[in-house]
């Protein structure tokens, strides 16, 4: 029953991050017309500031504030999520550039390969139980 409610947490927050990532997204790329790499890194770095906060709080109810653990989950979500902008703008290359899809419909297809990688280093790796 926890992990069901855990999962669900994270699909609602997932869907709110996304949110937040396309929206961040639209605003850079098509408001200010920068190029879809530099409007996907700042979609990145604002997204991952909400997930991470969310998922500390609300997903996976990490209650432990002391500095160290602070210092670790932040350190391996941002390593992680890192990793996971690389996902993203691979995705958006090779939906754009190879395949010829329109950019929004791109992102939102890279958004749904980010959020299952990003569920699962989270889960089994930030933000696990000991």
């Known amino acids: 029953m926890k992990l069901n409610k855990e999962i669900?947490?994270?699909?609602?927050?997932g869907v709110l991050t996304t949110v937040v990532n396309i929206i961040t997204y639209i605003f850079c790329a098509k408001v200010f017309h920068l190029s879809y790499e530099f409007s996907t890194v700042i979609a990145w770095f604002i997204s991952v500031i909400f997930a991470f906060v969310t998922n500390?709080?609300?997903?996976f109810s990490s209650r432990d504030n002391s500095l160290s653990t602070i210092i670790k989950e932040t350190s391996l979500f941002f390593f992680y999520r890192?990793?996971?902008l690389g996902l993203d703008i691979g995705i958006m290359?090779?939906?754009i550039q190879l395949i010829g899809l329109q950019d929004v419909l791109a992102k939102v297809i890279a958004n749904i390969f980010v959020v299952l990688v990003n569920y699962i280093v989270s889960r089994f790796h930030i933000f696990k139980k000991d």
Do not use: A, E, Q, R
Not at 8 to 13: A, D, G, M
Not at 56 to 59: D, E, G, L, N, T
């Open 8 to 13: 669900f947490l994270y699909l609602i927050f």
């Open 82 to 84: 890192i990793l996971s």
């Open 93 to 95: 290359f090779v939906t």
């Open 56 to 59: 500390k709080i609300f997903v």
